[in-house]
């Protein structure tokens, strides 16, 4: 039977869309099909929709989510009675819930209706439709005492209508108010009680939306720019030497089209730096001469510039009016809406109450899921030393905001936040050092030169060295001051991987450093190996790649199952390259004889049951191998990207496996999604208990060949 969740509340205003993607992405990280169904719409897009859809890939028509427009459902109540339309929206929503696992629903807005007892239809429809729900409460500009107050009615209003309340959330609390609130609802009522407090982040319009609202023109910006969250306003009237003292962070600069010096000021404050601003926009239909605008592109690019025909007043009262949505073009408001969402609800217990059982299929959403909740929970350092490439910045930004780890960005910091500030990216909560200037530098020579005295390295040659970001950050996380390392958007994987062999080095019970990739195919994750980093490894090096691919799959959830691969299966076949995967397969039987491994053995009945039955019919893997070791490099490299296209796999990796602390390699052509995937590993892999140390007297390094870069 299909399952579903009623999110509703009892008045507008209670910034309820928070909580219902919220609950969304909880369903998404255990169920495969989740459908939306709305049973109240306004004659307006669907904004919230339009989100979900674009964020959790649903292939729903939009057609199907609505039940009945608010003037349609007063009409049909009026004529024939409440019954009559409770029966509609019943039929409805069943429609939806014949196609799905599990169903959310999102309950009426209570604006601008003509619905009597509204509450009332709401908690009767959750009713019909077996429903739990989650009712919201606002508690926006409300005291402590009222917060509570409304906390309870709220789930007296829905239990007394028969409702299965599994939870109340408290949604838009001011920030200082929400432990007070959380403790004076604790315990208070018999479901449990979520404070989430007011975050102006969410609020902020975004300058696309102030360009809707107004009807403006865009002189000037780019999709970023236009991205920007509006955290302030400046009017602009002053002269120039008043006015720039007054510029805020993030503020929009409001100002008659006619001044230029007020325009060009703001954006040559912008470009320093002092402070970044989200945007200018011209009032009295006025609009700077082709020079001015000229230079306003060269002095802060894709920074937006827009006009609007009105004077600064009535532009005042418009944009004092707007409040920030969650749609489907303001990817980082949902991104904050969930890190708020996460931080202040246990989403175990909700995903418990709410009756969530894990699909057996394992979708590449719900594989990504699991990461993001996964380094979550046991909070970690990851250094990214490419500070102002645009992806890792972007990246980061996704990772601050959904509160997955802690960051350090390397980089000259004026650099790193002026990149930021083009981007419209916060970077508050996140480390910056620039390993030229850094008082760390020093320390890191002397650390260098003492691991390579034995190559010749001197301090001063060391003092050069440790300046490279990827030496600069191998080294913090080598002493600790990071938990692990991701690199490679735009420096090789030699570059990435070299530091680490020297100074991190193999851990005591790997022959080589190996890498894996998660290949996530529509309903199941395969790990791969290896397929980045050993070109030709021996029967000795197989074995190893094979057991650290399978401790690897363990660590994320992948139950080992491991598949020796050769163009031969079985015993069919002879030669050096099939003796070398079948004399693997024998070492790993006597190292580990607890994992499964089958080999030599060919693709196909590795992971097709009806192919295996016919080839290895008795076999424990054939079939059903979840670990698949390539004999090479070419091979494997070719293989994953050949899936990876062809199947439409989400391919996440490389994941590096056999140092003594976690440093991963990206793809120089890796997207935003990848390097968040690949951070979250990386905080993950630091999970683990700490390997010993890597010895910082001079030794000879460990016996690992060289890095190739096929990625």
């Known amino acids: ?118 509450l009332g239809l709401n908690a009767r429809l959750a009713n019909e439709f077996g429903a739990s729900v989650i009712t919201v409460v606002g508690g926006q500009d409300q005291s402590v005492e009222s917060v509570g107050a409304e906390a309870h009615n709220a789930y007296r209003a829905y239990d007394a209508q028969g409702c299965d309340v599994v939870a109340v959330v408290v949604n838009r609390v001011a920030a200082g108010d929400r432990e007070a609130v959380a403790e004076r609802l604790s315990g208070r009522l018999p479901v449990p009680c979520y404070a989430l407090p007011e975050d102006s982040a969410l609020s902020a319009p975004t300058v696309s939306q102030v360009v809707r609202t107004l009807d403006a023109e865009v002189l000037l910006g780019d999709h970023a720019g236009l991205s920007r969250d509006v955290r302030d306003f400046v009017f602009g009237g002053a002269m120039l030497p008043s006015f720039l003292p007054a510029l805020t962070e993030g503020c929009l600069v409001v100002t ?8 060009v000021g703001a954006l040559a404050a912008h470009s320093a730096g002092a402070p970044p601003i989200a945007g200018v ?65 246990d989403t175990a217990e909700l995903t418990n109450r709410i009756s969530v059982a894990r699909s057996g299929r394992v979708t590449p959403m719900m594989f990504e899921h699991e990461l993001i ?65 850094s008082p760390l530098r020093e320390r890191f020579a002397e650390l260098y030169a003492r691991l390579r005295a034995h190559k010749g390295v001197s301090y001063e040659l060391a003092y050069d060295v440790v300046a490279d970001v990827s030496y600069f950050g191998t080294l913090m996380v ?33 022959q080589i450093v190996s890498s894996v990739f998660f290949m996530c195919l529509a309903d199941r994750v395969l790990v791969y190996g290896d397929c980045a980093v050993n070109p030709d490894p021996d029967a000795e090096q197989l074995a190893d790649i094979a057991i650290q691919s399978a401790t690897t799959a363990a660590q994320f959830g992948v139950e080992p199952r491991i598949a020796m691969l050769s163009y031969s299966t079985g015993t069919s076949g002879s030669g050096a390259d099939v003796d070398k995967v079948r004399k693997a397969t024998e070492l790993i039987r006597e190292r580990r004889p607890d994992l499964l491994v089958e080999g030599p053995i060919q693709y196909d009945a590795a992971v097709d049951a009806a192919v295996a039955a016919t080839k290895l019919p008795d076999s424990e893997v054939a079939g059903k191998a979840t670990v698949l070791i390539f004999p090479d490099l070419n091979t494997g490299n070719n293989t994953y990207k050949a899936v990876q296209r062809s199947a439409g796999a989400v391919a996440v990796g490389p994941v590096l496996q056999g140092l003594r602390k976690p440093v991963n390699d990206l793809s120089r052509g890796a997207l935003v999604q990848d390097i968040v995937n690949t951070v979250s590993i990386t905080a993950i892999q630091a999970q683990t208990p700490a390997q010993p140390q890597a010895p910082t007297s001079a030794q000879a390094p460990s016996p690992v060949q060289k890095a190739q870069n096929p990625a």
């Open 478 to 510: 080598q002493e600790g001051l990071a938990d692990g390392m991701v690199s490679g958007a735009v420096h090789s994987t030699a570059a990435t991987i070299r530091p680490a062999f020297e100074i991190i080095k193999t851990a005591p019970d790997a």
């Open 1 to 118: 039977m299909t399952r579903s969740v009623y999110v509703t509340g009892i008045e507008r205003g209670d910034g309820r869309q928070v909580v219902e993607l919220g609950v969304m992405e909880l369903l998404t990280r255990h169920v495969d099909r989740v459908g939306v169904f709305r049973p109240l719409v306004h004659d307006n897009p669907d904004r919230l929709f339009d989100l979900l859809r674009a964020r959790y890939r649903l292939s729903q028509s939009p057609e199907s989510v609505f039940g009945i427009t608010y003037d349609e459902a007063s009409a049909l109540q009026a004529e024939r009675g409440t019954d009559e339309l409770v029966a509609h929206l019943v039929g409805r929503f069943h429609e939806v819930a014949r196609a799905y696992e599990y169903v959310l629903v999102l309950g009426s807005d209570y604006a601008a209706t003509s619905l009597p007892d509204e």
């Open 281 to 345: 926009l011209l009032t009295l239909d006025e609009r700077p001469g082709p020079d001015i605008l000229a230079l306003a592109s060269r002095l802060a690019p894709g920074t937006p510039v827009a006009a609007v025909a009105g004077g600064s007043f009535p532009t005042a009262a418009e944009l004092f009016a707007l409040e920030g949505k969650l749609t489907a073009g303001s990817p980082r408001k949902a991104e904050t809406a969930l890190g708020l969402f996460e931080r202040h609800v």
């Open 373 to 437: 909740e996964r380094s979550r929970a046991g909070r970690r350092r990851v250094v990214l030393p490419e500070g102002v490439e645009e992806r890792v910045l972007r990246a980061a930004d996704v990772l601050l905001r959904r509160d997955v780890c802690d960051l350090t960005l390397l980089g000259e910091e004026d650099a790193v936040r002026k990149r930021a500030a083009e981007l419209g990216i916060q970077l508050a909560d996140a480390q910056i050092i620039d390993p030229q200037t």
């Open 256 to 263: 008659p089209g006619d001044r230029a010096d007020l325009i």
